[in-house]
């Protein structure tokens, strides 16, 4: 840490009672289960308990929405009043204003049934996380998701104000979470000046754009922190995500391990914890599933103990801070890198939910906006500002043909239908495709009537319009009309993406936003076909959109060919890889010239209503595609249209 940083907080903490330590916790479980009270209270009670600390007894949420519900108070909240763990509360602000209204109304729900018992648990509100990030220009270009400027956060910042006003929770700090370079970019000083505190995100593992091994890592971190605090006027400067992973890929320099995830904790977090108000990430995120990269500190199976050492090293203010609770280390046996291939599961999340899980609001409504949070350190988090189509989107024009064969659509394995709206997201979570710096979260939504998601790509709106001219086809199944070759009317979004390598067949490229195919690489993408499209068609549909047309998105093409989509003996799942991937049930359909400003309809059947569906895509010829999966008007990638 900086003299200069060591100086200003021994300034500061004169007259604080008390400094906040815990971790950030998602509202769903990796395979998007929601949690519940019993969850929450045997998460916080684990972490309270955890070798080799003391004091981690505060927890950050991202929404306040209990996962499947429309504006039901977080069950995270009786729990942390059973187990004495205080809150920073969220508030998910991505999704527009209706959606917003559902988490006042949560909070406000929330401080008329606990009353005092709740509001002396509460550390502060954050209003939004990494919203002003995904709007950034770094943000669009990472393909991040659908962000907020700094007039909607602000505006809501006012409306919790407003909400809190005369009640037990009148004078809980009302503050904002985003990156790093969020905070030191002016534009966003509105929200600054509005804000009682500055929660900043920084991750040195995903700043790929510079020099960011582990032996950097501690220095890398506190210029961020150092670079945000002189931007914010002397507003108090919260950390409220940042850590190493033990598992995952190697950015840039930045190798994950359980070794090096040790050496983060202990340089960046001794440093903090005591001296800032500090949420790490994250105590869990292998449940029941191991994301990549994952930065839990447990282990798939929750207990208190520890992947690796947590005993602050002597001298660091963290190792004063523990007492005597750090004298004895038993790690936690079995290995941190192990990927669940078992099935799908039933809920949404974590998914990857990576770490732990962070959870946006469930109660996204079918109208709203698809948010994606992204974390990051060095030229910010991940995700894209998604603007509203405007009625004048260009169309699209057909160009190359496309030949279908078979049935189309074959599905096995069944999945269960949820009446209701959630939003999920998780955080952190890397794309494989992915190369700039920055770490994208996903946000789920499942709509009425959808199936419960295994992977994290969006789940989308449906009945937005646009104009699409498709190109010439053929159908699968001559008897029956293809549907449109557009986002016009009802579709299915892929809920789960899987790239897999030849060059790498037993390697785990986990899931993705980004649908990519190459003369090695091709991406599986799973279907939930929900039981309402009985009786109806689906057809296969492939978008890519001229680059002028898309705002949200954006795509990577080069060499000439096609593509070529077959059916999948089974559904794909997080730790498919090229050598256990299903086998090809049948060719499908097939794309001789895949062109920007194409509409291609691939093969159109009765649509297999209640079951999951796996496709495989793959490139022929010398066709190299990377595009970010997005159903903002016109769309691009794979859907499945339903008429």
């Known amino acids: 840490m900086h003299a200069s940083t060591l100086l200003a907080l021994a300034a500061s903490l004169g007259s604080v009672s008390a400094v906040y330590k815990g971790f950030n916790y998602g509202s769903t479980f990796t395979n998007n289960a929601p949690k519940v009270q019993s969850d929450y209270q045997y998460e916080f009670g684990n972490a309270s308990t955890l070798v080799g600390t003391s004091g981690f007894t505060s927890a950050r949420l991202y929404t306040m929405i209990q996962a499947g519900t429309t504006n ?8 942390a ?49 990494e919203d002003l990030y995904r709007i950034s220009p770094t943000g669009i270009e990472n393909m991040s998701g659908a962000g907020a400027g700094p007039d909607v956060i602000t505006s809501f910042i006012s409306q919790v104000r407003s909400t809190i006003a005369n009640t037990a929770l009148s004078g809980a700090p009302v503050g904002h979470v985003d990156t790093w370079t969020a905070w030191v970019n002016s534009s966003n000083d509105a929200v600054i000046s509005a804000s009682d505190f500055i929660g900043m995100d920084a991750y040195p593992y995903f700043q790929t754009t510079m020099a960011n091994s582990i032996s950097n890592g ?56 005591g001296n800032i108000n500090t949420w790490w990430y994250t105590l869990q995120d292998a449940a029941p599933d191991t994301p990549s990269p994952s930065f839990g500190i447990v282990g798939s199976t929750l207990s208190n103990q520890p992947l690796y050492n947590l005993t602050c090293p002597t001298g660091t203010n963290g190792a004063s801070d523990q007492g005597s609770s750090g004298s004895s280390i038993a790690l936690a046996s079995g290995t941190a890198t ?116 295994t992977g994290e790509t969006p789940v989308p709106v449906s009945g937005a319009s646009s104009s699409v001219a498709s190109a010439p086809t053929s159908s699968s199944n001559p008897s029956l009309p293809s549907c449109p070759s557009n986002l016009n ?11 897999i390598d030849s060059t790498q067949p037993s390697t785990v490229l986990g899931t993705s936003y980004n649908g990519t195919v190459s003369s090695t690489v091709s991406s599986i993408f799973n279907f939930d076909i929900p039981a309402s499209d009985a009786g109806k068609t689906c057809s296969l549909t492939f978008l890519l959109p001229q680059a002028s047309q898309l705002d949200t998105s954006s795509y990577e093409i080069s060499g000439s060919g096609g593509i070529q989509i077959s059916l999948l003996t ?52 010398s066709l190299s595609l990377n595009y970010f999966q997005d159903y903002n008007l016109p769309g691009i990638g794979l859907f499945v249209t339903v008429c």
Do not use: M
């Open 338 to 453: 192990a990927v669940s291939a078992s099935g799908a599961s039933s809920a949404p999340v974590a998914t990857n939910t990576q770490p732990g899980l962070e959870s946006a609001p469930p109660s996204a409504s079918a109208s709203s906006t698809l948010a994606s949070e992204s974390v990051s350190a060095s030229a910010g988090s991940s995700s894209a500002g998604a603007a509203s189509p405007s009625s004048s989107t260009p169309a699209l024009s057909g160009s190359g043909s496309s030949s279908g064969s078979g049935s189309g659509f074959g599905g096995s394995g069944g999945y269960t239908t949820v009446r209701s709206t959630s939003y999920t997201t998780v955080c952190p979570t890397t794309l494989s495709t992915y190369t700039s710096n920055g770490v994208v979260t996903s946000a789920i939504v499942t709509l009425t009537e959808t199936s419960q998601v």
């Open 81 to 129: 009043i059973n187990t004495k763990t205080t809150l920073l509360l969220g508030l998910w602000a991505s999704a527009g204003q209706d959606d917003f209204n559902n988490e006042l109304a949560a909070l406000s729900a929330a401080i008329g049934q606990y009353g005092s018992a709740f509001a002396t648990l509460v550390a502060g509100i954050s209003v939004g996380s």
């Open 218 to 273: 501690n220095a890398t971190f506190w210029d961020a922190y150092d670079a945000t605090q002189g931007a914010v006027n002397g507003k108090p400067v919260w950390i409220t995500e940042t850590g190493w992973p033990v598992s995952g890929p190697t950015e840039n320099q930045a190798e994950a391990s359980i070794s090096n995830a040790q050496t983060y904790w202990d340089e960046a977090g001794c440093a903090a914890f």
């Open 72 to 79: 039901t108070p977080i069950e995270a909240i009786p729990a």
């Open 489 to 499: 009317g009802a579709y299915e979004y892929p809920h789960l993406i899987v790239p």
């Open 570 to 621: 089974s559904p794909a799942t997080a730790g498919t890889t090229y050598s256990n991937a299903p086998a090809a049930q049948e060719i499908v359909g097939s794309v001789d010239n895949v062109q920007p400003g194409g509409a291609y309809h691939i093969s159109s059947d009765n649509c297999p209503a209640g079951t999951r569906v796996g496709f495989e895509v793959k490139a022929t010829g």
